[in-house]
């Protein structure tokens, strides 16, 4: 599992499929906890969460769209997204991004 921390943040994410079998996907978990700065994050690749636990905000830094997602929402991030991630607590999600494992 390759795993990246985001600094000046409280932001965990890691792969648990890295391209199985040879598929252009790789899935993991993403995990966030309150801290006093945001977590800008711009995707290479499209991707899919889908939130297990707690409450995610998002702002689209391109469009200013926010959008609150809670537990059981799925959310897709277009590649070239600039998005900002922050929670009023904790976070954890499912992803899975059409990327090859190393651009994570």
Do not use: H, W
């Not at 648990?16 to 906890?33: I, Q, R, T, W």
């Not at 297990?52 to 799925?74: C, H, M, N």
């Not at 991030?77 to 009023?88: A, D, L, N």
Request: aromatic share 16%.
């Amino acid at each position: 599992m390759s795993t990246e921390e985001f600094p000046g943040t409280e932001g965990f994410i890691g792969d648990v499929y890295e391209n199985p079998d040879g598929s252009p996907m790789c899935a993991g978990y993403f995990e966030l906890k309150s801290a006093d700065e945001p977590l800008i994050y711009t995707y290479e690749y499209d991707e899919m969460k889908v939130v297990l636990e707690g409450e995610f905000l998002l702002v689209d830094k391109d469009t200013g769209q926010k959008l609150v997602a809670g537990p059981k929402d799925a959310i897709f991030f277009p590649k070239g997204s600039v998005i900002e991630f922050s929670t009023p607590s904790y976070a954890l999600a499912f992803y899975v991004g059409y990327r090859d494992a190393s651009l994570l």
